[in-house]
C-alpha cells in the first residue's frame, strides 16, 4: 500500500469540495434560466404617455356581515380597462391565509391565489373589457372572532395604480 501524504489528502480535499461547488453552481443556473425563460414580459408604461391602460374598479370594499367560523363568503369587485392598451393583471395574494383571490374574465375563472402564492400567472385584459375579481373568506382555515379585515392584492401595468386592494370586512361569530 502506498503512504499518503497529508499535503495529498489535503490537495484531494479541496480538488472534492471544488468540484461539489462547481456542480451545485451548474445545477442552481440552471433553475434560474428555466425560471427566467417561464416569466411573462409585462409591458410598462408612464403616467404621461398618451396610449396606457387605464384601470376602473367598481370598489375596493365589501361588508360580507356576519357569519360563522364554518361559513364561507365572498364578494365581487369589477375590473374595468378603460385605457387604450391591455390591462396585466399579475402577483394576484392575499392577507392571509384563509383569505384567497380569483380573476374570471369571459367565464374563465383563474385558480385561487392565497397569502403565500408564488405564481408566473397574469392575464390581458384588452381595452373597454371587464374582469372580476372574487375575495373569499374562509374563516375555518385560520379561526378567529370578532371584526375582521382581510385583503387580496392585484398588481397591474395601469402606470396611476400598479398595485390594488381589495379588501373585505365580516364579523365572525
Known amino acids: ?19 461539489l461547488a ?26 404621461s404617455d398618451k396610449a396606457k391602460p387605464k384601470i376602473e374598479v367598481s370598489s375596493t370594499f365589501n361588508d360580507l356581515g356576519k357569519m360563522k367560523v364554518k361559513d ?3 364578494a365581487e369587485f369589477t375590473i374595468k380597462n378603460t385605457g387604450s392598451k391591455p390591462l ?5 395574494s392575499s392577507s392571509c391565509d384563509c383569505t384567497f383571490g380569483v ?6 375563472k383563474s385558480q385561487e391565489f392565497g397569502m403565500h402564492s408564488k405564481s408566473d400567472w397574469t392575464t390581458s385584459l384588452d381595452p373597454g373589457k371587464t374582469a372580476t375579481l372574487s ?6 382555515i385560520m379561526p378567529v372572532s370578532g371584526t375582521i379585515t382581510r385583503d387580496v392584492f392585484v398588481q397591474t401595468n395601469d402606470p396611476e395604480k400598479p398595485k390594488l386592494t381589495f379588501t373585505v370586512k365580516a364579523f365572525v361569530e
Open 103 to 108: 380573476v374570471t374574465i369571459d367565464g374563465i
Open 1 to 19: 500500500m502506498k503512504n499518503f501524504s497529508t499535503e495529498k489528502i489535503i490537495l484531494g480535499l479541496v480538488g472534492g469540495l471544488t468540484l
Open 22 to 47: 462547481v456542480i451545485f453552481i451548474v445545477i442552481f443556473s440552471a433553475n434560474e434560466q428555466k425560471s427566467i425563460k417561464n416569466q411573462t414580459l409585462i409591458a410598462s408604461y408612464q403616467t
Open 135 to 140: 375575495v373569499i373568506y374562509r374563516p375555518f
Open 88 to 92: 396585466i393583471l399579475f402577483k394576484v
Open 72 to 74: 364561507e363568503k365572498s
